[in-house]
């Protein structure tokens, strides 16, 4: 019998292991507070039997994490204050300067027990993208503590990261610098100061991971991100302004010695082809029509991936793992297996963040995995 790793790397490099491996993507603290008994992700994935796939944040740059404030990077050239407007926990308002040689910028951010949102984007004209082009600092990972995280793990499952930003892609990454709306008008209207833009994020991310990710243990690096969707943005604007940037992340990935998964978390039936395009080693979330994806046919993915990339994913957080019966759960493990994984390649997954499902309904999902063998 393999191990969790073992059963996960095997997947990831698109063979056969002895079952469908079977994880959940980035555990919420608020689910292991309020369910699991404030246990880490660990200790909730060994409990449960299932693979462990574990999310290294620090240093790594997303707004989105609960206080996000406290992974703030300072420079003498970008001094970031904040002002709480609002402590309620379930509905915190921080406001943010952040100061420049060049002039100042501001964002607010919204915040609750489970995630961060932004209320007031940070690019508000042309002009600021200098700013960010010649102050916004990129932080250094400690790769040592990447390490000790990578070895605490071991057998139980894999340890992912991310390139640094807001999010992974320099498209995705935009999208929450500008309100996505503006963003697409702008690369309709503007098409050359987005790439300038995207151009900016991209130097920014190659420097990440040439400094901080080349030699860092981890066993995949995830990119791409939600706003790159087909349910967003049209395959011709992903084409134009993701998959140029995308391949050079990737290639540049693949020369340090990582392994890649590509996050799309809605639609992504109308760009397949793109995917494999930019060089991705796996495919997530796999998402179906009850999540915001549109996914209805487990089978034409895997028959468009065939041989060439991995798939994570598959399974409605809410209407099957939180909502649904046990029984109803092992149907849809089963269905899911059947549609994506008669090939092997690939890695079963909650679709993305679930906040309120019954340990039993995830005890139920891990059993049922258990029954797929190859």
């Known amino acids: 019998?393999?191990?969790?790793?073992?059963?996960?790397?095997?997947?990831?490099?698109?063979?056969?292991?002895?079952?469908?491996?079977?994880?959940?993507?980035?555990?919420?603290?608020?689910?292991?507070?309020t369910y699991m008994n404030g246990t880490d992700c660990l200790s909730a994935f060994r409990q449960l039997g299932m693979d462990a796939s574990i999310q290294y944040f620090e240093a790594m740059g997303q707004f989105w994490i609960p206080r996000a404030e406290e992974f703030i990077v300072q420079t003498?050239?970008?001094?970031?204050?904040?002002?709480?407007?609002?402590?309620?926990?379930?509905?915190?308002?921080?406001?943010?300067?952040?100061?420049?040689?060049?002039?100042?910028?501001?964002?607010?951010?919204?915040?609750?027990?489970?995630?961060?949102?932004?209320?007031?984007?940070?690019?508000?004209?042309?002009?600021?993208?200098?700013?960010?082009?010649k102050f916004m600092p990129v932080p250094k990972l400690n790769k040592a503590k990447v390490a000790e995280e990578h070895d605490r793990i071991a057998d139980s499952g894999i340890l992912r990261g991310f390139v640094w930003g807001d999010q992974a892609g320099c498209w995705q990454h935009a999208c929450c610098l500008m309100d996505i709306n503006r963003l697409i008008l702008e690369a309709v209207d503007n098409p050359d100061w987005v790439h300038h833009l995207l151009g900016v994020l991209l130097e920014k991310k190659l420097h990440f991971i040439a400094e901080s990710l080349?030699?860092?243990?981890?066993?995949?690096?995830?990119?791409?991100?939600?706003a790159g969707s087909d349910t967003l943005i049209s395959p011709d604007m992903h084409r134009e302004f993701c998959l140029p940037y995308d391949r050079k992340m990737h290639r540049a990935l693949h020369d340090a010695g990582h392994k890649i998964t590509y996050h799309t978390c809605g639609g992504m039936m109308h760009i397949l082809d793109l995917i494999i395009q930019n060089e991705t080693d796996a495919s997530e979330t796999l998402s179906?029509?009850?999540?915001?994806?549109?996914?209805?046919?487990?089978?034409?993915?895997?028959?468009a991936y065939r041989g060439k990339v991995a798939m994570i994913g598959g399974m409605d957080q809410f209407n099957t793992l939180t909502r649904g019966t046990p029984e109803q759960i092992r149907k849809e493990v089963f269905r899911l297996f059947e549609g994506f994984g008669p090939d092997g390649a690939y890695v079963m997954s909650a679709s993305d963040h679930f906040f309120d499902t019954p340990v039993e309904n995830l005890q139920a999902y891990a059993d049922a995995a258990k029954e797929c063998t190859y």
């Open 288 to 303: 179906p029509p009850g999540v915001g994806g549109n996914i209805v046919d487990p089978a034409k993915v895997r028959q």
């Open 76 to 133: 003498p050239e970008w001094r970031e204050e904040i002002e709480v407007v609002d402590a309620n926990p379930l509905n915190r308002i921080l406001h943010h300067k952040i100061a420049t040689p060049g002039g100042n910028l501001t964002y607010v951010t919204g915040g609750n027990p489970t995630t961060t949102w932004i209320i007031e984007y940070l690019i508000k004209k042309h002009d600021d993208v200098e700013l960010i082009r």
């Open 214 to 226: 080349r030699g860092a243990k981890f066993d995949i690096i995830e990119t791409g991100g939600g």
């Open 1 to 33: 019998m393999m191990t969790g790793k073992e059963r996960m790397i095997c997947a990831l490099a698109r063979g056969k292991p002895d079952r469908l491996p079977a994880t959940v993507h980035q555990w919420q603290q608020y689910h292991l507070d």
